[in-house]
């Protein structure tokens, strides 16, 4: 991978706003939480932090439906919050990407409000995907789409033949981005935020924004939704991932180098090879994208090494740079895929050593330095709108808030006594932050540990990776380090070299679910 840009080989922690600090006690964190625990995010050791949106919003999906793109929510703060982030963060050296909806706004953007007030065929209405309904009285939805939340992808408008197109909730309309009006308005969104001295964004659902012009029925259609393994995965996908999609984003690189200082773009975008996933950080595009294969890789030897052996040369060959992801606030905590509980923790913490071993940049979700599991929410908690589309139990079992302190929620998490958004459970007192940083064999003292080696001996290491896979065991030599990872069930011979770091006892034999780096000359 060429350049020396600072997001190639970066750290980033993923900050969910509602649920990282919440400073004025309402139960759901703000900006002025999360500055208060800036130097907790430098102690840790990353180099950048991603805010999930923070933008006005009725928050029918926490944010992720903005009514105001260059506003904050009273919510969470204000804009001269949102700038004292940024100039906190950098004053402590660390770099602040923002979150950017531009698939669909709220149905709460004046936008949306005007379309609705206005006619059929009318401009306003051509901002977003409104058609005439299928059948005898329009009472059919204009094609077989379904939303990535359950349920038909088109909402009525009142019972006129008129329907508007939504791939998540019904309050979530699509824009029309082969509409340029939609387009200028982002570029002034980006503009807005670069001059507030962000230094990127991350695009979310980034491969949706153009469909198939004819807007025709899927083929071979899903009987029920890939929950966050999203259409990419479908054979045929007309709504994900259209070539044009590309030309948004040599735009948007345009603006972006119009600012000094490496700014940069991260893509959301399920596809369904890595080559289509590739084809989002070429040269003149976004800089990087979401590697969701490695979320999806079971954990397994063969499995991790065939991803990484996938996702390299791809990466290459467009001069792009990889990134690693385990958990974020739309699938469940690593630690909990990987069977929960004391194995799910050893070998989150196992793989978490492995990605910070790869050449590229790993995105971190808040709460795993922590080793915390997703959490079973009782119905009546349950916020996402999936749960409320669908009964299935969606996203909020990894989005409970982050405990800090103390032993009853709500854990330092804000000030008082009461429970947060999502109640927090009453066994976390060994995982707040204070306990943890109490205890050197802590998951948390684990993080700081393995970052700490990792800016020494593996951020300058470059791109050349040597894989080996024997008997479960993978072992990934770059630069001076090795790493073995054990997803066998039987102790394996340690490699040789002088132990960095272990993520649990290693004397004598590298017993499973462990991970190791050491040291060759
Ligand atoms: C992205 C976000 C997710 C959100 C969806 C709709 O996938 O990560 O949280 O619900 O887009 O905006």
Redesign the pocket.
């Known amino acids: 991978m060429s350049g020396r840009e600072w997001w190639r080989q970066a750290v980033v922690y993923q900050v969910y706003v509602r649920s990282f600090a919440d400073s004025d006690g309402d139960g759901v964190g703000d900006l002025p939480g999360i500055t208060s625990r800036l130097p907790y995010l430098r102690d840790l050791g990353v180099d950048a932090v991603w805010v999930?949106p923070f933008y006005r919003s009725p928050q029918h999906?926490?944010g992720?439906?903005v009514a105001d793109y260059t506003d904050v929510d009273p919510l969470f703060g204000t804009l001269a919050d949102a700038d004292a982030l940024v100039s906190r963060a950098h004053d402590l050296g660390l770099k602040v990407i923002v979150d950017l909806?531009p698939?669909?706004t709220s149905h709460e953007h004046a936008w949306f409000q005007a379309a609705m007030a206005a006619r059929p065929g009318s401009p306003e209405r051509a901002r977003y995907l409104f058609r005439t309904g299928r059948g005898a009285d329009a009472g059919e939805p204009p094609n077989n789409w379904l939303s990535?939340?359950g349920g038909p992808a088109w909402t009525r408008v009142g019972d006129t033949d008129q329907w508007h197109l939504h791939?998540?909730?019904s309050t979530?309309p699509d824009l029309d981005w082969r509409n340029p009006e939609v387009a200028a308005m982002f570029a002034d969104v980006l503009r807005f935020w670069l001059d507030r001295d962000v230094d990127g964004f991350r695009v979310?659902?980034a491969h949706g924004l153009l469909k198939e012009e004819s807007l025709r029925d899927q083929r071979g259609q899903r009987t029920e939704v890939d929950h966050?393994e999203?259409g990419g995965l479908a054979e045929d996908a007309p709504m994900w991932d259209q070539p044009e999609v590309h030309e948004v984003y040599r735009q948007w690189h345009r603006i972006l180098a119009e600012y000094a200082g490496d700014r940069m773009a991260v893509a959301?975008a399920w596809t369904s090879t890595v080559e289509a996933n590739a084809a989002y950080v070429r040269p003149d595009e976004l800089h990087q994208a979401f590697n969701f294969d490695w979320v999806l890789a079971p954990w397994s030897a063969p499995a991790f090494a065939e991803v990484i052996e996938r996702t390299l040369p791809a990466m290459a060959a467009v001069g792009g740079t990889p990134t690693w992801v385990l958990s974020?606030?739309?699938v469940q905590r690593h630690a909990t895929r990987y069977g929960g509980g004391a194995v799910g923790r050893a070998r989150a913490r196992a793989a978490t050593l492995l990605s910070l071993t790869l050449p590229g940049s790993a995105y971190l979700y808040q709460g795993e330095e922590l080793g915390l599991e997703d959490v079973e929410v009782a119905p009546e908690h349950r916020q996402d709108?999936s749960w409320f589309r669908t009964g299935q139990p969606g996203?909020d079992g990894c989005r409970v808030p982050m405990p800090w302190s103390g032993d009853r929620p709500p854990y330092g998490f804000g000030p008082g006594t009461g429970q947060p958004w999502i109640p927090q459970p009453d066994d976390w007192a060994p995982l707040t932050v204070a306990a943890q940083e109490a205890d050197p064999a802590s998951t948390l003292a684990f993080y700081r540990r393995a970052l700490a080696l990792r800016r020494e001996w593996l951020r300058d290491a470059g791109d050349d990776v040597t894989l080996t896979v024997l008997d479960d065991v993978l072992t990934v030599r770059r630069g001076q380090v090795t790493l073995a990872v054990n997803c066998g069930s039987r102790a394996a011979p340690l490699p040789a070299g002088e132990t960095l770091l272990a993520t649990g006892p290693a004397d004598g034999g590298l017993p499973p679910d462990t991970a190791i780096w050491v040291r060759t000359s």
């Open positions: 999930t999906d926490h992720y439906d909806v698939n669909h990535v939340f791939l998540f909730d979530q979310d659902v966050f999203m959301e974020n606030h739309d709108p996203r």
